[in-house]
């Protein structure tokens, strides 16, 4: 399956949007409220994400930290099989920052649970790049 790929262009230096997908305190403004992290490959990092019907908790594994570029890591949930990859890429422009993000392996889920449909992680997806990362930056 082609992994999920979404791209957006913020009014932001590549350093400021690194700001906002590495520190914890950005990152509760727009993303997930994880408890600890840090940017360093090895790191590792938990979080609870809701669905109307369950409550998940997300098990992740930084992967890969080029400062300012790149930022993977891998990403399962406790007590389901499957894992996957995801990754932020950074590529600025001037004052601006076009972001790229690639989640992989999303088909290793449980197909069964609509909560892991392809469909499912693209909605959150572009939530999240779409309305919540740029609001950081208005």
Same mark, same amino acid.
């Given at each position: 399956?082609?992994?999920?790929?979404?791209?957006?262009?913020?009014?932001?230096?590549?350093?400021?949007?690194?700001?906002?997908?590495?520190?914890?305190?950005?990152?509760?403004?727009?993303?997930?409220?994880?408890?600890?992290?840090?940017?360093?490959?090895?790191?590792?990092?938990?979080?609870?994400?809701?669905?109307?019907?369950?409550?998940?908790?997300?098990?992740?594994?930084?992967?890969?930290?080029?400062?300012?570029?790149?930022?993977?890591?891998?990403?399962?949930?406790?007590?389901?099989?499957?894992?996957?990859?995801?990754?932020? /890429?950074? *590529? $600025?422009?001037? @004052?601006?920052?076009?972001? #790229?993000?690639?989640?992989? %392996?999303? /088909?290793? *889920? $449980?197909?069964? @649970?609509?909560?892991?449909? #392809?469909?499912?992680?693209? %909605?959150?997806?572009?939530?999240?790049?779409?309305?919540?990362?740029?609001?950081?930056?208005?």
């Amino acid at each position: 399956m082609d992994p999920i790929i979404i791209e957006q262009t913020l009014n932001a230096t590549a350093e400021d949007v690194w700001k906002a997908i590495t520190d914890l305190d950005e990152m509760k403004k727009w993303y997930f409220d994880i408890d600890k992290f840090k940017p360093e490959t090895g790191f590792e990092f938990r979080f609870e994400g809701k669905s109307d019907k369950c409550v998940y908790i997300h098990l992740c594994k930084v992967t890969e930290v080029i400062p300012y570029s790149k930022l993977s890591y891998s990403w399962r949930y406790e007590g389901y099989p499957g894992i996957s990859l995801l990754t932020f /890429e950074l *590529f $600025p422009d001037g @004052n601006r920052t076009r972001v #790229k993000l690639t989640h992989d %392996g999303v /088909e290793t *889920f $449980p197909q069964d @649970n609509p909560d892991f449909a #392809k469909a499912s992680f693209i %909605g959150g997806w572009t939530y999240f790049m779409g309305t919540a990362l740029p609001s950081m930056f208005l």
